[in-house]
């Protein structure tokens, strides 16, 4: 059944985030239950949430394939980047692109070139960044920026969309890769042009700089899952 639930984490959850636990839930409907329910204050907490009940009613009486792939331990945050969808994670890795490029963008004058690079991050991202994100990346430039020396700027832009997703991503356990295989695969950044290697630190950085994105940049519903 993928990863236990840590009922600690769930615990904590019915009393201080039922946003989380039911966006949790909701990732696994309808095709996987609810994990087993203890008895006592910790059922007294999920009670209190009506929309909570309803999601466990329908998540425990769906019957359950063994080959559909359940996932359920988001204690670490950046698993809940699954929570995202396609359209959500195709705008997340072209702001980070955007801020990686920022500088690039800000001395590229070329009318051809300005074209290419509006048409793939839209007005708006290429705005970002030129104000906030050739700021807000801070370091992390310095880690990423040169691991494209050739191609456009617009082709650069669209692989470390690519590579900047697929590296948080690749540290994913495998029940929860395959259980977003389909909005990933729906992504239409191009493959990247050679394999490339990101140590663990800059997995990190690159984490953290992704959740700042989400918590400045990003409707504040997605707070009570990434605060």
């Known amino acids: 059944m993928g990863e236990s639930m840590n ?13 989380l636990l039911q966006k949790m839930m909701q990732f696994n409907a309808p095709e996987a239950r609810a994990p087993h329910l203890p008895e006592g204050k910790l059922w007294e907490a999920v009670a209190r949430h009506a929309d909570l009940v309803a999601l466990l009613d329908r998540t425990r009486t ?15 945050e950046p698993h809940r980047l699954a929570f995202l969808s396609t359209d959500e994670i195709d705008r997340l890795g072209r702001i980070v692109a955007a801020a990686v490029y920022a500088e ?8 051809a070139n300005v074209l ?17 994100g050739r700021f807000q990346i801070g370091a992390l430039r310095q880690s990423l920026v ?9 082709e650069r832009l669209a692989w470390m ?24 695969d729906a992504l239409t950044w191009p493959q ?36």
């Not at 290419?116 to 906030?132: E, H, I, M, N, W």
């Not at 900047?164 to 909005?183: F, G, I, M």
């Open 192 to 227: 990247l042009p050679f394999e490339v290697a990101i140590d663990d630190g800059v997995r990190r950085q690159l984490w953290y700089f992704m959740k700042k994105i989400i918590l400045r940049e990003f409707d504040q519903k997605w707070a009570r899952y990434f605060g």
């Open 7 to 19: 009922r600690h984490f769930f615990r904590e959850l019915a009393n201080e985030n039922p946003r």
């Open 116 to 132: 290419a690079v509006k048409a793939f991050l839209g007005s708006d991202l290429y705005g970002y960044a030129l104000t906030r």
């Open 62 to 76: 769906v019957s359950h394939s063994p080959q559909a792939p359940v996932y359920w331990g988001f204690t670490k």
């Open 146 to 154: 040169g691991l494209f020396p050739d191609g456009t700027l617009a």
């Open 161 to 184: 969309a690519r590579l900047s997703v697929q590296t948080v991503r690749a540290a994913w356990p495998q029940e929860l890769q395959a259980k977003t295989q389909e909005a990933f």
């Open 104 to 111: 690039e963008l800000a001395k590229t004058v070329d009318r």
